[in-house]
């Protein structure tokens, strides 16, 4: 098992031959935060079979059997919370990690990813299948179109989710990644300054809120970041479903979990799941001969 400050599924790669473990010392000096972690999976895919087409928890087992050890005791002080931004455009491809060209804006830099970051935290585990394949593809338009907007209503969310083959616990399950990170003004501005187009705050938002928000973001405010899950915005805990409760919640879509009976009571019960964590990161995946596996996280070969 695998702790959510560890794991990053979308790019634990395969199919190829162990002739190329020279990787490793290569990619751990390359020792940003950010990209710690895939430099260190991606020496994973190198040693997977490469008649291995589907997810196995064991895909190392034969071929390098103590991988994931390796993996956990380097990566243990890492984390990055890119997982859902990235399965949710594309399929679980590590498409999020690629950067810009001259001829293309690459999802990392569409806004809704503007402010992922990555932080030294702990959290729950869950198994991670192994022997995905990274695309070859990055479109920032694509990051508009599938990930969930902020000020989405339950609807809305609940057809984004069930697009991916999420249920209703899903959603408010791995909702609760909001947790972790920080976000810009203009993602929530409008509960503050005009909500509905009406110029008014959102009545559903805790006034005292309202009041500590509207001192940290003023109208017009783009660049200003504000902790998602205020004194605790570093630890992946349950305080999250807490503050949605107490209509704490920043965001709109945050706000909408309460007004489902079903999403309303998974909220209550704190839900918490590897189970979820699971599903997303089986979207999409690529196997097999499928994609590729990248020589740099940031660039396809």
């Keep these: 098992n695998f702790s959510i400050s560890k794991v990053l599924s979308s790019t634990i790669n395969s199919s190829f031959s162990t002739a190329q473990n020279a990787l490793l010392a290569k990619t751990m000096a390359r020792s940003k935060l950010l990209l710690t972690f895939f430099q260190v999976t991606l020496v994973l895919s190198v040693l997977g079979l ?28 890492y984390i990055s919370g890119h997982q859902f931004h990235d399965c949710f455009v594309r399929g679980c491809d590590g498409s999020v990690l690629l950067n810009s060209t001259q001829h293309n804006i690459a999802e990392r830099d569409a806004s809704p990813n503007l402010s992922l970051r990555g932080f030294q935290i702990g959290g729950p585990y869950w198994p991670v299948p192994l022997g995905r394949r990274d695309g070859r593809v990055s479109i920032a338009s694509e990051a508009f179109t599938n990930l969930p907007s902020p000020s989405f209503n339950i609807t809305q969310l609940k057809a984004s989710f069930a697009s991916k083959g999420l249920s209703d616990k899903d959603l408010v399950v791995l909702s609760g ?40 973001c003023q109208p017009g405010d783009s660049t200003t970041l504000v902790e998602m899950d205020p004194g605790s915005y570093k630890t992946f805990d349950a305080h999250y479903y ?59 070969n």
């Design 177 to 216: 990644g909001h947790t972790i990170g920080i976000a810009h003004c203009p993602a929530f501005s409008d509960r503050l300054y005009n909500f509905s187009g009406q110029g008014g705050t959102d009545p559903t938002m805790d006034q005292n809120y309202i009041v500590a928000l509207k001192k940290k």
């Design 50 to 77: 490469a008649n291995a087409y589907s997810l196995k928890l064991d895909y190392y087992k034969k071929s390098c059997p103590s991988a994931k050890h390796i993996a956990k005791a380097i990566t243990k002080n």
């Design 242 to 300: 807490t503050l949605v409760s107490k209509r704490r919640g920043l965001f709109q879509s945050d706000a909408a979990l309460l007004t489902d009976s079903a999403t309303n009571a998974y909220v209550h019960l704190q839900a918490t799941t590897d189970e979820s964590m699971v599903k997303m990161g089986q979207i999409g995946v690529l196997t097999g001969s499928s994609g590729e596996i990248r020589k740099q996280c940031s660039t396809i």
